[in-house]
């Protein structure tokens, strides 16, 4: 089995930062592109960034200029750092990565999401 484990989200003032870190861990045999998405309420899931496993990066204009998307291959993490945070970055954030794993099957998998709160 597979499993994507986020860490890092939490209460923050606007104007502040925050760094979402997630590892996958399990049976994983390789794994292409990692990502982050967040889900506001009562609003649908968007996608925040993307990093392919060659370092191509995506960014939602969202989070342009905001944002950096990373990733450590050695350690099957992937990390998003937030910086200048607004009041509309606010929601729960889930990590995504499409991995193969020991089967050789190839699935999208999601982490339980963190909760990220921008408030005064």
């Known amino acids: 089995q597979v499993q994507l484990v986020e860490s890092g989200g939490g209460l923050v003032q606007p104007g502040g930062s925050l760094r979402l870190s997630c590892a996958a861990s399990?049976?994983?045999?390789?794994?292409?592109?990692m990502g982050w998405y967040r889900q506001a309420p009562g609003k649908q899931r968007d996608l925040v960034a993307t990093?392919?496993?060659?370092?191509?990066?995506n960014y939602a204009d969202s989070g342009k200029g905001r944002f950096t998307i990373s990733r450590d291959n050695a350690k099957n993490t992937v990390y998003l750092q937030m910086n200048s945070l607004k009041f509309e970055d606010t929601a729960v954030y889930y990590c995504?990565?499409?991995?193969?794993?020991?089967?050789?099957?190839?699935?999208?998998?999601w982490g339980q999401g963190t909760q990220v709160t921008v408030s005064s």
């Open positions: 995504n990565a499409d991995i193969r794993d020991y089967s050789m099957r190839r699935s999208d998998y």
């Open positions: 990093i392919t496993s060659g370092g191509r990066l």
């Open positions: 399990g049976s994983i045999f390789n794994i292409y592109a």
